[in-house]
């Protein structure tokens, strides 16, 4: 006869409810490779890699999730990037 063993994991509901946040970035006609790739560095601290990565997946794709993480840390970083003149949004 052999014995089962149960194992329950304690999963906090808060931590990923807070990680779900993404700002997504939108492809428009205005601004320049450079200005989306200098602002994504500035304001979402990527790599110049990283930046310039997500703005042609931008431009081709339509969208761009640019940064994930808690709610409050996004949303002075969304309203600095609409503040440059991107389109973006948290969901």
């Known amino acids: 006869m052999s014995t089962k063993?149960?194992?329950r994991e304690k999963t906090?509901?808060?931590e990923a409810l807070e990680l779900n946040n993404e700002i997504i970035v939108y492809n428009d006609d205005v601004n320049t490779f450079d200005h989306v790739i200098?602002?994504?560095m500035r304001v979402c601290e990527h790599t110049?890699?990283?930046a310039?990565?997500?703005s042609?997946?931008?431009h081709y794709n339509g969208k761009c999730t640019v940064k994930t993480g808690p709610l409050d840390k996004l949303k002075p970083q969304c309203t600095?990037?609409?503040e440059a003149g991107l389109s973006?949004?948290?969901v």
């Open 5 to 7: 063993e149960k194992i």
């Open 12 to 14: 906090s509901t808060k």
């Open 38 to 40: 200098e602002t994504l």
């Open 48 to 50: 110049p890699e990283q």
């Open 52 to 54: 310039e990565q997500c």
């Open 56 to 58: 042609l997946i931008v």
């Open 80 to 82: 600095q990037l609409l």
């Open 88 to 90: 973006a949004e948290i």
